[in-house]
C-alpha cells in the first residue's frame, strides 16, 4: 500500500498473456468441471486461481491495484475459460465485470470497499422478489429476497437494484449485511451458486448508491474520477457483451467435446466409421463455421467499443442498438449451434458423464439471461432504423 493507504498500482499484462494464463488453467477445470457441477459452486481452488492469474483485476482500476484494460481483453479470456467450464467461466466473468461496476459507484464507496487491497470479490443480485425500503436519515433501510447472486459463496460485498418502480439505482452492501439462501437447483450453470441473498433491516448510506441515470450514460462520479476510457461509455453498452463471451467458449468446448468423442466410434448398424460419415464432416464443418463467425462478431463489438471509449464519445443510437442487436444474435446462434451438436453427438452424449450434454444446457441457461433477450434487442435496433424514439417501458 502507499501512504493514501491505497493499493499499489501494478503493470497491466498484455492480452496475450492473460489468455496464455486461462489456457494453462483449462485441464484442471475440465477436470473439475462434473465436481463444479454436483457442488453447485466452483471449488475453492478455482477462484483461487483466478485471482492468482488477476482475472478479477481486469476492469479494476490502477488506482485501487487494478489493471483498467478493457471488455476486449475480458471476452478473451472468458470465452478461454467457458471452452473447459461455462460455469467457471461465467463465474470469473463477473468477478471482472462487478469490479468494474464498483468503479463507477462514488469514490468514498469505492474507498470503503477495496480498503487498501487489490484482491476483492464482488456478486451482484438484481431482481428482488420481494422487498421494501424505507428512506431514513442518510441512506435507506432495505428488508427483502433479492435473486440471482452468482459466486456469491466467495463474495466480499454485493451489489443490488434498488427495489424502486422508478429507479434503477446500484446499491453496495458489506457481507456482513446479507444472509444467503441456498437455493440454487438448476438444470444448467449450476456450478455458478447463483444463490438469494436476503436482506434484513439493513442500512445502506448514501454514498454507497450509484444513479441508474449516471451509470447508463457514462457521467458517473467514480467512472470521472479515474479517466479510463471504459468508464465513460454507457453501462449498458458495454455490459450486453458480458455473457455472450461464455457461449462463444462454451460452445466452442462443446464442439471439440464432439470431435473427440467420434474419434474410433463407429455407426451402429453399419460399421462406418463415424469420422468418415459426410454429414458428420458437414455437421461439424457448419458448427465450427458458425461458431468462428460468432467470435469474429464479438471481437469486432467489443474492439469497436473500445473505440468509442478511446475517443471520448458515445455511439449514435444506432450504433449502440447494432451492438446490442449483435451479442443477442451471438446467443441466439450459438444455441442452435449446441443443439445441432447435441444431435450429432448421439445417444452416448446424454449420460451425466459426458461433458456434451453439460455444455448443452449451460448453454442455453446462459442464453436465457435478461441481457440478451432478442425480440427486445431486435425491437430497439427497427426503431432506431427509423430514427424512433426509444419505447417507455410499461406503455
Known amino acids: 500500500m502507499n501512504d493514501l493507504g491505497l493499493a499499489k498500482p501494478q503493470t497491466a499484462p498484455t492480452l496475450e498473456e492473460l489468455v496464455g494464463r486461462a489456457e494453462a488453467l483449462l485441464p484442471r477445470l475440465r477436470e473439475r468441471a462434473v465436481e463444479t457441477e454436483r457442488n453447485r459452486r466452483l471449488p475453492d481452488v478455482s477462484v483461487q486461481e483466478f485471482r492468482e492469474a ?132 438448476t438444470s444448467g450453470l449450476c456450478g455458478t451458486g447463483s444463490r438469494d441473498i436476503i436482506l434484513d433491516n439493513v442500512f445502506v448510506p448514501s454514498h454507497r448508491v450509484a444513479a441508474a441515470a449516471d451509470v447508463q450514460t457514462g457521467n458517473s462520479e467514480g467512472g470521472h474520477a479515474h479517466g479510463l476510457p471504459l468508464l465513460k461509455v454507457p453501462f449498458g453498452l458495454g455490459a450486453s457483451w458480458a455473457i455472450p463471451p461464455v457461449l462463444v467458449g462454451a460452445a466452442a468446448g462443446m464442439a471439440d467435446a464432439v470431435r473427440q ?24 464443418a457448419e458448427a465450427l463455421t458458425d461458431i468462428h463467425a460468432a467470435e469474429l462478431v464479438m471481437r469486432h463489438r467489443t474492439a469497436e467499443i473500445m473505440t468509442w471509449a478511446k475517443a471520448g464519445g458515445a455511439p449514435s443510437p444506432l450504433e449502440a442498438a447494432t451492438s446490442g442487436r449483435d451479442a443477442s444474435y451471438v446467443a441466439r446462434l450459438v444455441t442452435r449451434v449446441a443443439d445441432s451438436l447435441s444431435l450429432m453427438a448421439g445417444a452416448q452424449s446424454i449420460y451425466l458423464a459426458n461433458p456434451v450434454q453439460r455444455f448443452l444446457r449451460d448453454i442455453h441457461a446462459g442464453a436465457t439471461h435478461v441481457s440478451l433477450v432478442w425480440e427486445e434487442h431486435a425491437e430497439r435496433y427497427g426503431r432506431a432504423l427509423w430514427d424512433l424514439p426509444p419505447k417507455v417501458p410499461g406503455k
Not at 433501510?141 to 466467495?154: A, H, P, Q
Not at 469420422?275 to 458437414?282: D, F, K, L, T, Y
Open 54 to 185: 488477476g482475472f478479477p483485476k481486469i476492469f479494476a482500476p490502477p488506482r485501487f491495484g487494478g489493471y483498467g484494460l478493457g471488455i476486449d481483453a475480458a471476452a478473451a479470456v472468458v470465452s478461454t475459460l467457458s471452452s473447459a467450464c461455462a460455469s467457471s467461466g461465467w463465474v470469473a466473468n463477473l468477478f471482472m465485470n462487478h469490479n468494474w461496476m464498483v468503479s463507477l459507484f462514488p469514490m468514498q464507496a469505492q474507498e470503503e470497499y477495496w480498503d487498501g487491497s487489490s484482491d476483492r470479490l464482488i456478486s451482484t443480485a438484481s431482481l428482488a422478489t420481494r422487498s421494501q425500503m424505507d428512506v431514513v436519515d442518510g441512506g435507506y433501510r432495505l428488508t427483502g429476497r433479492w435473486k440471482f447472486s452468482s459466486g456469491c459463496d466467495f463474495a466480499d460485498w454485493f451489489i443490488i437494484m434498488k427495489p424502486s418502480s422508478t429507479s434503477a439505482d446500484w446499491m453496495l452492501l458489506p457481507r456482513s449485511d446479507v444472509t444467503i439462501e441456498d437455493d440454487w437447483f
Open 261 to 284: 468423442s467420434l474419434i474410433g466410434k463407429k455407426a451402429l448398424f453399419t460399421g462406418e466409421l463415424q469420422v468418415e460419415r459426410a454429414p458428420n464432416q458437414i455437421r461439424l
